[in-house]
């Protein structure tokens, strides 16, 4: 099992940035990271996910604003949100999937004004 700590939420008017901390509770260098959102009445949805290798992708909404990295030395995985939009509104949370394994933070607010 792995424990997830996200942390970096807060509010910031469009246009801002924000980045996003997830702290691991062991080592994750064989394990699939993640972000994912919930805004309110929808459902949880796929941000950017980053492999061990440092492979990447995103959804089509934050393309070329967002970027996720990981430092597997300190099992942290990061979320550089650049140019947030009121759409990005949402709850934000990790996820550490390996084998048939996985694991959600406890989520972080994110709140764009516009």
């Known amino acids: 099992q792995v424990q997830l700590v996200e942390s970096g939420g807060g509010s910031v008017q469009a246009g801002g940035s924000l980045r996003l901390s997830c702290a691991a509770s062991?080592?994750?260098?064989?394990?699939?990271m993640g972000w994912y959102r919930q805004a309110p009445g929808k459902q949880r949805e796929l941000v950017a996910v980053?492999?061990?290798?440092?492979?990447?992708n995103y959804a089509d909404s934050v393309k070329g604003r967002f970027t996720i990295s990981r430092d597997n030395a300190k099992n942290t995985v990061y979320l550089q949100m650049n140019s947030l939009k009121s759409e990005d509104t949402a709850v934000y949370y990790c996820?550490?999937?390996w084998g048939d394994g996985n694991s959600w933070g406890q989520g972080t607010q994110v709140t764009v004004s516009s």
């Open positions: 980053i492999t061990s290798g440092g492979t990447t």
């Open positions: 062991r080592s994750f260098y064989r394990i699939v």
């Open positions: 996820n550490a999937r």
